[in-house]
């Protein structure tokens, strides 16, 4: 079989891009966090009205309807699945929120997160370690960095915090620091 001239350099990058542990680690299954996490990671979080909250996977889009309804707050969504963010999209508009919360169809490794005050992850270890540098990079002195369950390799957290059924449910805060001078 001959594949097309035009697909051939296509086809020579895939065994690059399955050999990236960037590709090979970057994507965390879907689990949702369950309501009182949900809560406890944006108390944590210590979210004020008009601040900017990014759920980076954001699933069904829970945690952006719970920021923008509870808090007043700017939410935003980066999702990879095209299903989750059609469910995400649709029960933000239900809610009447779509003033204030929407979504991203992408890869969250993509996303320029400048603009964040608050950034909520429930991803594996090995895509948060890849997440690191890039909210090294963007985010703000005082910006805070809320993980459910998995901790950022190599950062030190502020809080941790246990919640949930049988306290089962861990909450890692980070707060960014201020810049060296
Ligand atoms: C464990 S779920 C968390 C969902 C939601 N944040 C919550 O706490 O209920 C992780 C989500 O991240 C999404 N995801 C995984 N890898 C991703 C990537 N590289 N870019 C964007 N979304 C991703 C999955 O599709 C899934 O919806």
Redesign the pocket.
Known sequence: MRWPATLIPVLACLPVIAQNPRYGN????????PVR??DRMLEIANIKPGETLY??????G??LIAAAEKYKAKAI?????PK?VATATSRIEKAGLEGQARVIQ????DVDLTGADVV????ATQ?NAQLRPRLEKFLKPGARVVS?DYAVPGWKPNKVDKTGERQGHLIYLYEMPPVKQ
């Not at 970057?26 to 966090?33: E, G, M, N, T």
């Not at 759920?55 to 069904?60: I, K, P, R």
């Not at 992408?106 to 490794?109: A, R, S, V, Y």
């Open positions: 970057k994507l965390s299954p879907y689990v949702a966090s996490v949900v759920d980076l996977g954001c699933g069904d829970r945690i969504g980066v999702e990879i699945s989750l992408g890869d969250l490794l909520t992850i429930y991803l895509l459910h």
